[in-house]
């Protein structure tokens, strides 16, 4: 979220009157300008910012460290680095000695500001740790690896019959394991170094790792029985890892963190902004995402019992800007038109290549990417959901701070992106904040009194039930996060407590006092701590316009007025409730029950990638087939974004939404009734045009 104010000096914080200066947090995107010479840690508090600290202070516990951000930070317009801070103190320096300090890391405690600093408070150091809610789903993967495991016998060099180790082996491969080779055997330059000593370690038995039934990428004495490999969902907020088994594709432990990107900008124009600001930004944020990975990869290694060596082969997928800065790739020619991708096409290479210590012969496959803004995750939604494999007008949404959309069915695929923005996962709202323990994540107010009751992350009972009160005490109620907004912006405009136009109905005072005068507008007062106010109204609804813009755009592109079946992806997706999505006008009118959350898709089609070589050529087959469109230099998204501002919609009636939850009486101007009339007009293909 973003919310600039100024903290009132802390005692002897300023006691000479020096200027203010403008400390930004990441990643709650916290904002304020404080006195010179104030704590990080002090304006921190002041701000709500969520940094763990039990010692109060003292430099004892060293719960309190951060990252001071370096570089130009153009979206906030300041310059930060690690002199934006004092200098380390001697306390720092004791603690750091005895306890240890990560490079560039610093107690926020300890952390006096004396010029603007953008400053990222780490998971480790958040009191509430964001849920990264990126689980594996069930389905079922028809198992066909491109790298397979095969025990083989080889017999012993004679001095009669000369010929080399490896020509040995391969004639044993092609012998024994004939329905698994393919072709000419081929090696890479590891696995002939380690030939010899493996093949009499293991008394001239040995398991190799055969890729694509041709080339040996891992060799091992005696009986390798698992080796794994990993798919990963590189998003822009957090990122998740399936280690999976290569022979059975059990799941056999997933993780999740946030992307350490996060720390150069919340949204990807933000980074790219940072890349162009800073000559070595992009080796940066390079940097930050593969240690990330490495991380990831290694707690799931471990997780299940292995280690990084076991990892034989990786699949990836990420939008556009994640993509390019995953290989090293300056995303400059991302951030503005005509949008180019440096490659849009499926890669295949060394893992180690990306910087990642694995197994030695391990690959790395990366999907396709769709178009400038469409990447390589959209890709994988499409792999996992199958949208050109059936009759069904289908729509897949795959909702971020960049909502990617792909509309079509087995005849016809288009596909855009289009400007959410970051407010639907909690940024630039008010008491918005990623989900993690004592967010509010579900809503309801009665229509009549107006009266909230609410449902908490980490804890089983609503507000209005008993035991709500003591077991909320362990985590408290620290806001509001994206499902939370969309189901209470939802019921507020169910209750009449917004109108059509989404301004908040001062006049509902009367029935409320839940209603508070705000300045020139009015808020909704859900507990104690958190409101929603008609800034957050307005934030939410810039958002929702811009997707229902790109999804009805692509609607009138394969001149479609309905849609069969609407696919919510990605882990906000999952857990958005559809009728809500779809009173606010998120999602096109069509029954309920053809509204599925399907997870992970993107995650999910990695794994599929993973686990069977041809998903891969089908994916990029579908991909060359699918039709891009540039919602930024379409003349009808403006007009479509321009009625989509209001709930659900200016002119599109939601005549299906409205057979089956009761809606506020529409106010209609004279200038809507055309468009209401046109679309009956056309047997009840209603259109926004």
Known sequence: MSTDTTIADAPDANPSGKTDVKIVFTPSGRQAKVAQGTTVLQAARELGVDID???????????????????????????????????????????????????????????????????????????????????ADERQIEMDPVVRLCLVEVREPDMHEPSGDFRRLSEALAQQWPDRVSGEITCDLHILQQLQPVLREGKWLVTVALRDGCHVTGIWPGLKEKVVGVAIDVGSTTMSAHLCDMATGAVLASTGAMNPQIRFGEDLMSRVSYGIMNPDGPAEMTKAVIAGLQTLIDGAAEQAGMSSDDVVEIVLVGNPVMHHLLLGIDPLELGGAPFALAIDTALSLKACDLGLALNQGARA???????????????????????????????LIDVGTNAEIVVGNRDRLLAASSPTGPAFE????????????????RVRIDPVTLEPRFCVIGVDQWSDEDGFDEAVKSTGITGICGSGIIEILGEMYLSGIITMDGVIDGGKAAISPRIEADDRTFRYRVSDNVTVTQNDVRA???????????????????????????????????HIDPKYAMVLGMIPDC???????????????????????????????????????????????QDHFVKAMAIPHKSDPYAKLAAMVPLPERILTAQDAPALEGGRRRGGRRRSS
């Open 53 to 135: 600290s039990v010692c109060g202070g003292r430099a004892m516990c060293g719960r309190c460290q951060i990252n001071v951000g370096t570089g130009e930070f153009a979206k906030h317009g300041i310059v930060s680095g690690a002199d934006s801070l004092g200098a380390v103190t001697a306390v720092e320096t004791r603690y750091a000695g005895k306890r240890g300090l990560a490079d560039g890391r610093r107690l926020s405690c300890q952390s006096v500001l004396l010029a603007d600093a953008v400053i990222d408070v780490p998971p480790e150091s958040q009191v509430h740790n964001q849920l990264v809610r990126k689980a």
């Open 365 to 395: 496959y990366i999907l396709p990417c769709i178009a400038g803004h469409v990447g390589a995750d959209a890709a994988g939604v499409v792999l996992a959901e199958a949208p050109q494999k059936t009759d069904k007008m289908t729509l």
């Open 426 to 441: 909690g940024a630039q709202i008010s008491s918005g904040q990623r989900a993690a323990p004592g967010a509010i994540e």
């Open 540 to 574: 939410i609804q810039l958002a929702k316009a811009a997707l229902y813009a790109g999804f009805r755009l692509l609607m009138d592109k394969i001149n479609i007025s309905q849609i069969d079946k609407v696919v919510l992806a990605g882990a906000f997706g999952t």
């Open 591 to 637: 029954e309920l029950e053809n509204v599925r959350a399907a997870g992970n898709s993107a995650g999910a089609g990695a794994r599929m990638a993973l686990l069977n070589k041809g998903a891969r050529a089908e994916i990029e087959q579908t991909v060359r087939n699918i039709e891009k469109i540039e919602t930024a230099i379409e003349p009808s998204f």
